[in-house]
């Protein structure tokens, strides 16, 4: 067989699908409904008009510029943008986001999209001699890395509520010493652990182990962890551009970390792939970096449409949690997930339904615009009524 026995026990990761057939309103896969920022656009159209010899050319291995724009944007926006204070051009955090150090550049890694700086952060700090430790319902790659590196995991399963058991975390980390991941605000569920919350973790936990907290969603809500950074040297934030900064298609995803952990994922990087992030893609994120005004703006309005969704579905009797992200999980009592993932997709809307045991009776809804939102509540008042 020409096939490797590693290949043969992979269990690639499964996306919202991308149907071809019918154009539907997309609301299964956490994108965000809103384009890019107008200067974004332009930014794009300038390098490929006026530097079309750069296309020929490698781009930056490094990203520096890019790394410096995504410092200076966190720094103003305290890392949650939906809470960042604008007026005019001038972006502030708010009290609660306040970073107490300046994120410097040499603090940020950059990748090809937050999965592919996830698998790097995997390699870099997991060992296969370990178990790591992650909640039994999180984003569903980090198993899937587990077993492309042969990293053995030890899942913790979430609590009645569904948030966290970070006691029984801790409680395995401690046995393990293989260090912990989760998401925070958790996916699919979309709740938070508070910052202190978080901290008291890291009290808790080895410092001689990793500690990883994956920030795709906080900029809807939550709140980060970047300001502990000054506290732990174990402590790695992934973050991602395909959420809040609209970037999916981009394709950029980075980590937030103190330099030298930045340093030990470089080396990774470049025993793989020395140029992770091609050059539209680094003008397009250096872009976005730069209009912070515009993200507050687009993050504000999915999370205040995502607060009105979350009454709806509380009002057509469906079970939901309070979501700190761009998505909402909720079930109905009387009609399977699976059977509202279908009557929705009949009345083209996509909404995500994951038959996975224990959560197979919900189904995840990302926030689109107020439109799209308005095509769903028809749809779901006409799926409960039949
Ligand atoms: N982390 C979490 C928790 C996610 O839900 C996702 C998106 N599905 C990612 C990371 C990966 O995002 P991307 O690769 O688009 O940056």
Redesign the pocket.
Known sequence: MIISNRVKNLHPYV??EQPKDRVYIKLN??ENPYAPSPKVQKAVMDFVNNNPEKLGLYPDPDSLELHAALAEMLNKSGGVLCRAKVCGENVEPSEQDKIPFTVTPDMIYTG???????SFVFYAFFDSSKHFVMPEF??S?YPVYAGFYNIPMDQVPLKEDWSLDTDEMLKRAAKNEGGIIF?NP???TGLGLTRDQVREMLKKASSDEIFIV?E??VDFGGESCIPLLAEFKNLVI??????SLCG?GQ???YIVANPELVNIVTTVKNSVNHFPIDAVAQVSGTAACRDVPYYVETSRKVADERDKFYNFLQEKGFYVLKSETNFLFAKHPKISGDELYKKIKEQGLLIRHFATKGIEDFVRITIGTAEQMDELRKAIEKAVSC
């Open positions: 996306p919202g896969a956490n090809n999209g937050s999965d592919e700086v996830l999180t984003y790659f998401a958790n996916a699919p994956d795709a969603y992934v973050r991602t551009f395909s959420k999916a394709r950029l995803g």
